[in-house]
């Protein structure tokens, strides 16, 4: 089924309007290009029967595939449904399971009303996905040769949805199996991971492997096609094995999402624990790692200290020990890391102070920040100059980049300077 | 002009592929949508010549402007430029001017190589837009009755230079000036705004109004059109401030972005600092505000105690109050924000205690948050109830809104709980 090209269309005025982002394209195009679909246009059309029909007649003419997101519920009156019936000659018809289920849920829920019911109409043959995550429940059929999976517009159904039952869906479409690994890297760039492994890379054709750049961090993705996953797995392992082994300890996870997602089972595991002093990332360390359902387990807390002042209140620095090292320094960075640390009781203590921009202090340039870990007795620091064009932004989530790669190293007997 | 339908193309596999968002679409759609210019179309295609002049012609067919992000530095070989120029038959040609630039830019940096000069070939005749945000022009031009516009990619790049260029060069088309404010709204939701205005709006056409929802407030656009930008402001004020009287104390600023963008200057006016305790937010509320540049001179810093041992080691919280209460209690969330403000020195102190999922402690219903301010002589609570349903993200970030606005209405006299 590889060859098979696909084009993603988003139904929905407020996407055109600008008043929200087309995250759903992104994350089922990511999706695909995990099962090795391509992915080969991306369209966004309003809430409009004409404009709609249209743009699934061009789909039609270039894609074997069409995904639509969006234009599913009642309030569009279920726009999308109509069409992609009317362009490939289907029949809406009732979906009795779906009826069902959507009378138990008015039952319980009062703001429901009977044209609700529109959401049970569905394409006549078509597999329906009954949507956990919401009520608008998505579809898939096979037409005139094209594929046609249709999911509702709000990301936190869509994706799930997707995730659930397109990806299935799709895959059972063929008798190969692809999987794909995420071999995640930070320290080295994307572009030197490129010329690493560039030869190599133009010379395979399955598995594949392919590197690709994060805002703060990059990653080499591998595929392999088979006639079994297990296949694909046994085609991959010397792969990743030779890249793991030339990359070395820049790779900090398998298919993971961030470093401190590889933290946080590392901690787990040996059951320690980590508290954080903040000055210009301003608590931006502790809201990633909480961002993580269960990070209390490991995670104590810590303190945002923005000014000197609280440096001393909060954590009790020397406020002249501050004036003389300067705010942005090494010592203070040590101090930071060790005082959160005693403070908490942590295993780990980390400390951050810099200059994330725009203005700087006169006397660092903008990007340089100290960050350090303490743990029973020891102490490491880092000395980054991020680069005074980077955004404030980057800097800040740099700079929690390199405090979870140092948790991560120290975790696992690693160089952490 | 109005009328004038919009399509943005954006180029890039990258895109296709999942690894970036098209934040430039959503961003340019929004600038637009603020000129009262309708985007009828996104779309996106890869880095490929034919399938791009493909897309061009679609466009052609049904927009009056073609508007283009992506595919213009030396990496893709202009990719943009040469297919958009030989969709309108038109020969790039070298820009002295950018030559001259570059070649600068290259006398100070080294990685440059001579093919960069490729980014100084531009379609004849057209209008150059010098990037001063990155090394690659934007430009437009006017051809068959189109108008084209050409922008990088990234969108630090981007979104800056089509809002220093591209908005004007599109109102200079037309001897009419649109100008739009957004009122925002928190505490209301867009469907009460809806409802309250619903009569007026459909009876409205110049100005317009119109609400729309974002993750965790509203806001409800006002746009007028007019011979001069005074002239529009003018229609648009006894609307502004009818809304602003009908909607209350609801309304929290005019064009800002979010309720801690509206209290920085309140603060700053007042010479007022603050500081915060967080539980269940993790240390967003502080990373929101400290993505503010210049944060510092109003915001001293907190702590996040997300353990109970945290509150009590960090804040000094009683751990036998603690236990009677429960870590998620009013009396935990006063304790926090008068302990913070003590500690701190700071005029103002917030503390935060609650659930944010997506497990419970077996007492409260996730979603269940305790905000609390503590002032001299003064403390407010609210006790919020944000839904079962909602996801860890929306409930740590709304958490932080009812903060931002107990601080906002204090320090606009208006009542906090």
Request: charged share 20%; net charge negative; with cysteine.
């Amino acid at each position: 089924m590889r060859p098979y090209n696909t084009e993603i269309i988003s139904v929905g005025t407020e996407l055109l309007l600008g008043h929200i982002t087309n995250t759903d394209a992104r994350d089922i195009s990511e999706m695909l290009s995990r099962i090795g679909i391509n992915v080969k246009y991306h369209t966004v059309v309003g809430d409009n029967p004409e404009r709609l029909l249209a743009c699934v007649e061009t789909a039609k003419s270039r894609a074997d595939i069409i995904i639509t997101t969006g234009g599913l519920g009642p309030t569009c009156d279920d726009l999308t449904k109509q069409i992609l019936a009317q362009a490939f000659g289907l029949q809406l018809v009732r979906n009795e399971d779906e009826v069902r289920w959507l009378y138990d849920y008015i039952s319980n829920k009062k703001n429901f009303t009977p044209n609700n019911f529109s959401q049970a109409m569905l394409p006549e043959g078509c597999t329906v996905f009954h949507n956990r995550w919401g009520t608008a429940p998505g579809c898939a059929f096979t037409a005139e040769g094209k594929t046609v999976i249709m999911m509702p517009g709000p990301p936190v159904e869509c994706v799930p949805m997707f995730r659930a039952y397109g990806v299935p869906y799709l895959r059972s479409l063929s008798d190969e199996e692809i999987v794909s690994h995420a071999v995640r890297i930070f320290g080295i760039g994307e572009s030197a991971v490129d010329d690493m492994f560039a030869d190599e890379m133009n010379a395979m054709t399955n598995p594949t492997m392919a590197p690709y750049a994060k805002e703060c961090d990059c990653l080499l993705q591998v595929t392999a096609k088979a006639r079994s996953a297990e296949e694909a797995e046994a085609m991959m392992a010397p792969v990743i094995e030779h890249v793991r082994e030339r990359l070395g300890d820049y790779v900090y996870g398998m298919d993971v999402e961030c470093l401190e997602e590889a933290v946080f089972p590392l901690l787990k595991k040996r059951g320690l624990t980590f508290s954080t002093a903040e000055s210009c990332t301003g608590g931006e360390i502790a809201k990633r790692f909480t961002d993580i359902p269960g990070a209390s387990s490991v995670f104590l807390g810590g303190a945002v200290v923005y000014t000197n002042e609280a440096k001393a209140k909060i954590l009790g620095l020397d406020p002249h020990m501050i004036e003389e090292k300067g705010a942005v320094s090494r010592e203070v960075a040590l101090a930071l890391a060790e005082h959160v640390r005693n403070l908490t009781g942590a295993d780990i203590g980390i400390g951050v102070t810099g200059l994330a921009g725009p203005d700087g202090d006169g006397v660092h340039e903008v990007g340089t920040v100290f960050v350090s870990m303490a743990v029973e007795g020891h102490t490491f620091v880092r000395n980054l100059h991020l680069g005074t064009t980077r955004t404030r932004s980057f800097i800040r989530r740099m700079s929690g980049n390199h405090a979870y790669d140092m948790m991560r190293r120290w975790l696992t007997g690693l160089q952490v300077e």
